[in-house]
């Protein structure tokens, strides 16, 4: 994970200074509450090409399957053939919470000390193994919806999370906030946040979707991973721009900005800030690249002659 970070850390800048070529996803609706997408990028260094192909269905959940399924497909560079495919859900999950460890080492106060995180699965515990990387916490609170999976949470965190009775009262006086939930009408309110938060929000990736109380958003110094995502991705900046709270000029800027120094990562102790996340393609190859370059060095995986 901590390596993670780091190419996180230099993939987003490079993102943010026009080292890849990378279009906003391309979402298929197949049905309510399931869709796919398709996510390709190409980056100069490291020379990577490929694309993640990810599919988000609600209905898993009911089957016992992971809502979240994934592949990532990488390309030769120098001559487009097909270098590697390999599971996408495991990446999906390392990366979104090393972009956030980013996003706390330039954004959050460099005091905090208290972290809450709502949810209880895959992303939360995800972001337990790389926040506190960035970040000494003296406590962390969590909470879910689902009783039976935050204690499964705590239990198996051995001891570091307290689970909390609400999410108002993980969320109240909390340093850094992660929201890793599937809400899709907003997970906390703005009075439950403290001047001085860093709040991060990886769920609500639909353009219907909002997992923050809008006036949050509002009153927040907001830093996202790509712009033009966010303005056509992001519910709690499109529904917000749509009602008038705010208008696109209200994001501040990009990570990429931000761990490049291009730009401040928050301008006073008191300020609350927002890392809004989407995922990137670049960030899906550059780890992808990162594992298929540590797996051809421990002679793992299998080679595959696909002939021709």
């Given amino acids: 994970m901590a390596d993670l970070i780091g190419a996180m850390e230099t993939a987003l800048a490079a993102f943010s200074a026009g080292g890849t070529v990378q279009p906003v996803r391309t979402v298929v609706e197949m049905r309510e509450a399931a869709f796919f997408g398709v996510m390709p990028a ?14 988000v269905i609600a209905a898993n959940r009911q089957r016992g399957l992971p809502t979240h399924q994934a592949c990532i497909c990488l390309l030769d560079p120098e001559t487009g053939a097909l270098e590697a495919l390999m599971d996408g859900r495991l990446i999906t999950e390392m990366r979104t919470a090393a972009v956030s460890a980013v996003s706390v080492r330039h954004m959050a106060r460099a005091d905090a000390a208290v972290l809450a995180i709502l949810g209880s699965g895959v992303q939360a515990r995800s972001h337990l193994a790389a926040l506190p990387l960035v970040r000494e916490f003296c406590e962390v609170r969590a909470w879910s919806p689902t009783p039976a999976h935050l204690q499964a949470f705590a239990a198996a965190s051995e001891g570091r999370v307290r689970p909390a009775a609400s999410a108002a009262e993980a969320t109240h006086g909390a340093d850094v906030i992660v929201l890793a939930t599937d809400s899709t009408q907003g997970a906390v309110a703005n009075a439950w946040v403290s001047d001085g938060a860093h709040v991060i929000s990886v769920g609500a990736c639909r353009p ?26 992001s519910g709690d900046i499109v529904m917000a721009i749509r009602d008038g709270l705010f208008a696109a000029q209200h994001i501040a800027g990009e990570l ?43 002679g793992r995986g299998i080679q595959v002659d696909l002939g021709g």
């Fill in 256 to 298: 990429g900005e931000v761990a490049a120094g291009r730009l401040p990562g928050r301008t006073s102790n008191a300020e609350i800030t927002v890392f809004k996340s989407l995922g990137l393609a670049v960030e899906d190859l550059v780890s992808a690249h990162l594992a298929y370059g540590r797996a051809r060095a421990l």
């Fill in 208 to 233: 219907n979707h909002r997992e923050m109380d809008p006036l949050l958003v509002a009153r927040a110094r907001v830093v996202v991973d790509s712009r033009a995502a966010a303005l056509a991705e």
């Fill in 42 to 55: 190409s980056v100069k260094t490291p020379a990577v090409v490929g694309a993640k192909l990810v599919s």
